[in-house]
Structures are given as C-alpha cells and as structure tokens.
C-alpha cells in the first residue's frame, strides 16, 4: 500500500473535467488498496503576472509526509501542480497553461508580443520544462496533450485516456437526427462555432448543447447568435447532465 497525493488545481466557483478526474483517479486508487488524498490549491488567471507567483506555492509546498505518514508519491495534473517538490513525482497531465503554447497569439490568449509578456512567458516555459522535467513518469490524458509537451517542451510522454464514467453502461444504438455537445460553455470551448455552422447544415438536424457557463456574458452572446440565426427551434440547452 502506498501514501498517494492527487494535486489538483481548483478555480472556484466552477467545476469540470480536471475535477472529477482528481476524484475519480483517486476512488479508483482507494479501492485498489492505497491510501489516497488529494491536494488543491486555488487558481486565478487574472492577473497574468500573478502565475509566477502561483507556481512558486506549489514549488513551496512540503509534500514529504503529513501525520506521521511519509508520501510515496505524488501526481500532479495542471499547471502549476506540477511545480511541487517531491522526490517521486508524476505527471498525469490535463493540460499546461495553454495560452502560453497552442493558443499563443490567438484571440485566446491575454499574452502578447510586449516585452514584459515575452519575459513572463519565458520564464514560465522554461520552468515547466524544468519541472516536468523532474517527473519519473510523464503522461496525458490524450495524445494531443502529450504531443503538445513534446511540441513545445521538447519532453516525450505516454497517452493515457482516463476512463468513461460507468464505461459498461455505453453502448451503441440507432442514430437520430441531432448534434450533441458535451463541456463547459466557454470561450474556448468554441460552441459558438457549432451555432454560426447549424444555418448551413440541413435543416433536420438540431444541436443539443449540455453544460453551463462559466463565463460571464456567454449566454447572452449564444442567445444573440441564435436569435441572429433563428435557430431557436433547432438549438437545445440541457444544462447539467
């Protein structure tokens, strides 16, 4: 048996994906026999300059033992958990700050080509590849994820797909006559791609969207794009499912 901490990145208020992998990994790791806990710490990304400060908590933190009990490992998920300090230190890894890689220069991502964006994003390139670097097992949750870390840090890892939840209740069955998306209602989730698209795709099909927002003003810029479409006889939102 094995002392096991989970290091998750919480943005309060919301909740997603990164989540309810942190609790899943670390259910699943309990029922094997190990003793698992998880750690988090809060995440803001405003403001920007704030992120080195939000590194150096993790790289700050004492993850060694807790209670009389030592930890034998830790696995990081996001950035910045994966700045602690441990001497057996994994990577699952969600994703890096992507804003800093594959959404540079994209109306996605607030750093720019300033000076001083160019200086914060150095440094923070330049500390994930140390520290990822400290990993004695790198992995992603896609093979995207990992093919961005070799990308752009130059460090290879494994793709591993966490598990669907209650995997042996899917299966297939007969098709209808709609699109459904699945997230988080964000800018970056580009739902608003789906609704400008749905006027040009035949008019049987319809678009059932799942999820809330956690942004604000995106429900209204949705509703503004539906009713600019009149899609509303052909756009669902189902909220949390």
Same mark, same amino acid.
């Given at each position: 048996?094995?002392?096991?901490?989970? +290091?998750?990145?919480?943005?309060?208020?919301?909740?997603?994906?990164?989540? @309810?992998? @942190?609790?899943?990994?670390?259910?699943?790791?309990?029922?094997?026999?190990?003793?698992?806990?998880?750690?988090? +710490?809060?995440?803001?990304?405003?403001?920007?300059?704030?992120?080195?400060?939000? !590194?150096?908590?993790?790289?700050?933190?004492?993850?060694?033992?807790?209670?009389?009990?030592?930890?034998?490992?830790?696995?990081?998920?996001?950035?910045?958990?994966? $700045?602690?300090?441990?001497?057996?230190?994994?990577?699952?890894?969600?994703?890096?700050?992507?804003?800093?890689?594959?959404? $540079?220069?994209?109306? $996605?991502?607030?750093?720019?080509?300033?000076?001083?964006?160019?200086?914060?994003?150095?440094?923070?390139?330049?500390?994930?590849?140390?520290?990822?670097?400290?990993?004695?097992?790198?992995?992603?949750?896609?093979?995207?994820?990992?093919?961005?870390?070799?990308?752009?840090?130059?460090?290879?890892?494994?793709? +591993?797909?966490?598990?669907?939840?209650?995997?042996?209740?899917?299966?297939?069955?007969?098709?209808?006559? $709609?699109? +459904?998306? %699945?997230?988080?209602?964000? !800018?970056?989730?580009?739902?608003?791609?789906?609704?400008?698209?749905?006027?040009?795709?035949?008019? @049987?099909?319809?678009?059932?969207? %799942?999820?809330? !927002?956690?942004?604000?003003?995106?429900?209204?810029?949705?509703?503004?794009?539906?009713?600019?479409?009149?899609?509303?006889?052909?756009?669902?939102?189902?909220?949390?499912?």
């Amino acid at each position: 048996m094995a002392n096991i901490l989970i +290091l998750g990145v919480k943005v309060p208020f919301t909740s997603g994906g990164q989540e @309810v992998l @942190v609790r899943t990994l670390c259910k699943e790791l309990n029922a094997r026999g190990h003793n698992a806990d998880v750690v988090e +710490l809060p995440f803001t990304v405003f403001p920007k300059e704030s992120f080195l400060n939000q !590194a150096a908590m993790w790289r700050a933190l004492d993850l060694s033992t807790f209670g009389g009990k030592d930890v034998d490992l830790v696995i990081a998920t996001k950035f910045p958990s994966y $700045y602690a300090r441990h001497p057996k230190k994994s990577l699952w890894l969600v994703h890096q700050h992507r804003a800093l890689y594959d959404l $540079y220069g994209s109306r $996605y991502s607030d750093i720019s080509d300033d000076p001083r964006d160019e200086a914060l994003r150095r440094m923070l390139v330049e500390g994930d590849r140390k520290v990822i670097g400290e990993c004695q097992f790198v992995s992603g949750i896609s093979q995207n994820v990992v093919s961005r870390l070799e990308k752009y840090i130059d460090i290879k890892g494994t793709a +591993l797909y966490p598990p669907l939840p209650q995997g042996s209740a899917y299966k297939r069955g007969e098709s209808e006559e $709609y699109i +459904l998306s %699945v997230g988080r209602l964000c !800018a970056i989730k580009r739902v608003d791609l789906m609704l400008k698209a749905m006027p040009i795709v035949h008019n @049987v099909a319809k678009l059932k969207i %799942v999820g809330t !927002a956690d942004e604000p003003g995106v429900m209204e810029y949705y509703k503004n794009e539906i009713d600019k479409h009149h899609l509303w006889d052909r756009v669902e939102f189902l909220g949390r499912v």
